[in-house]
RNA sequence: GGCGCGGUAGCCAAGUGGCAAGGCGAAGGUCUGCAAAACCUUUAGCGGCGGUGCGAUUCCGCCCCGCGCCUCCA
């Protein structure tokens, strides 16, 4: 197997990936704010942590995976004001929301989801540590970070501070601060506002200290992983590193992975252009679950991802034709043994793709490999070149893809119910199909054609798909 | 302006200094009672201009275009 390599935001470049303890990998991924429902472009990140996770547990490293929720901030603050109702009230809503979501969308449950606000005192621990090094000072009841006192500020995003002044696009009439591009660790409570009760005072944390309390508290001082979407990497990344490695005095992560962002239509996603879309939006348009993982995880990481709606009738497709595959060799009739070559055929579509995988999840390469092998199986099964000895070798393929992809379950009617979409009318029991397909059949052999295309039609409209095979046996598939 | 992605067929997209993967779509065909599935065939002057190579989509320079970040943002 080759060795995975990963991008490195830090160092920009290429790296081979080698954890700190060998076959145990700490990752820490930048879950969402819930103050509102996630939309597509956050699910595209998450799907990419999600493949990354999976991959590595497929590669057999044991994955320590710790995601967490911001449920404090100005916006969600405002929100459970204007809906009347309190912070964990509020944000209990669309962590469940979110929740369902990834469940919908095939992405695992990490080690530890956890709150910004059942952390409040582990984030108050970091910031008296902070103080006692003097990277923090106060001001008008707010701690802020002292970014002059830490050198390597910007290592991660090359950005250079220097030159941002107070002013037009730095908000400085808010707080008192040393200088515009302090952040503050701790906010001084405004009126009416909610707050907690701690040893540096009444208030509440600033955005990023969260992310460093909790990643280390449960993952330790030096994470090996730390992801999210690129938009993170500054502020939000570059100021953790600084509060992190000034705290500790050692490396905070050694490998950022970030993703780049979704695009619509070629143009950022936003609520003002009518282009942004939650997944319930686009599950009550009628597309399948599948078909949006599909379409987050085909295309790489690292580039910006255009979605239309085009493109997930296409990602639905492709992902039938993989079904189909999966089907063809679960019940399609092969001669007995094994055919010459054969196996080796699959074994190399199976390093390929893991090939494809290993290199910063490139996982069009993957693809490519599967669906090559797909079209060569496809082509010995029709010539009767496949033999019962192959399907294990082949089933195996694909269940190391599905691993991964997760995409070949066909239960995307089933997920759907559980986000209340999907017609839960009572539809045909598969009894009630294989009575009618052996209806058909019977007509079939009548040669009544017309008995037997009124039930696959009738069928069809029900979103039963009825197909004959060469071997003579009948295949149903619901759409 | 600084930093960062990207511009490959109708659409999505991989990739390499040496005849350009893969998927979707479209057209024609094989198979089928008819379909479906599957298979076959067709569908690319790699943003522009220069440069270095025997040879550049791939390296270098300049330019054009799209998108992101530069303290709300996955």
Request: a neutral charge.
């Amino acid at each position: 197997m080759a060795e995975i390599q990963l991008h490195n935001t830090l160092s920009g470049k290429l790296e081979p990936f080698v954890p700190q303890k060998p076959g145990e990998v700490r990752m820490y991924t930048c879950g969402p704010t819930v103050y509102d429902y996630a939309h597509i472009g956050n699910y595209r990140t998450f799907v990419f942590q999600d493949i990354l996770g999976r991959f590595l547990k497929l590669r057999g490293y044991k994955l320590k995976h710790v995601m967490n929720l911001t449920d404090v901030d100005d916006r969600i603050i405002a929100n459970a004001a204007a809906a009347g109702k309190n912070i964990r009230e509020y944000t209990d809503t669309f962590a469940q929301a979110f929740f369902d979501d990834c469940k919908t969308l095939g992405i695992e449950a990490p080690e530890h989801w956890i709150r910004a606000t059942d952390h409040i005192d582990d984030m108050v621990k970091l910031i008296q540590r902070l103080q006692k090094k003097t990277f923090t000072y106060s001001s008008e009841g707010s701690v802020y970070y002292r970014i002059a006192k830490f050198p390597n500020y910007g290592k991660l995003s090359k950005i250079d501070l220097t030159g941002i002044q107070a002013g037009a696009r730095v908000d400085n009439d808010r707080y008192e601060k040393e200088s515009a591009r302090d952040f503050a660790l701790w906010k001084a409570p405004k009126p009416g506002e909610h707050f907690w009760e701690t040893a540096i005072g009444p208030g509440r944390p600033g955005w990023h200290i969260e992310c460093s309390a909790m990643a280390m508290k449960y993952l330790g001082e030096t994470l090996d992983i730390h992801t999210g979407g690129i938009d993170l990497a500054f502020p939000h990344h570059e100021n953790e590193i600084a509060q992190s490695e000034a705290a500790t005095g050692k490396p905070f992560a050694r490998y950022w992975l970030h993703a780049e962002h979704l695009l619509v239509d070629g143009e950022k996603m936003s609520k003002s252009l009518g282009n942004f879309f939650t997944l319930r939006d686009l599950f009550a348009k009628g597309y399948k679950p599948s078909a949006l993982r599909f379409a987050l995880a085909s295309v790489p990481y690292r580039k910006q991802l255009n979605f239309t709606f085009a493109g997930l009738t296409q990602a639905t497709n492709s992902v039938e034709r993989l079904r189909n595959f999966a089907d063809r060799l679960k019940q399609g009739k092969f001669p007995p043994g094994k055919q010459e070559g054969m196996s080796e055929r699959i074994f190399k579509a199976h390093v390929e793709f893991d090939d494809g995988l290993s290199d910063d999840l490139n996982t069009a390469r993957a693809l490519a490999a599967l669906f090559d092998l797909v079209r060569d199986a496809n082509i010995a099964m029709d010539k009767g070149e496949f033999r019962q000895g192959d399907i294990d070798a082949a089933q195996l393929f694909l269940v190391f893809f599905d691993s991964v992809f997760s995409v070949l379950e066909d239960n995307d009617a089933a997920k759907l119910q559980v986000l209340g979409y999907g017609s839960a009318e009572a539809g045909l029991s598969d009894a009630d199909i294989e009575k009618l397909v052996a209806d058909r059949t019977a007509a079939k052999k009548k040669r009544d054609f017309a008995a037997a295309d009124r039930i696959r039609r009738d069928l069809a409209d029900r979103g039963i798909i009825v197909e004959d095979t060469k071997d003579g046996t009948v295949r149903w598939k619901r759409k």
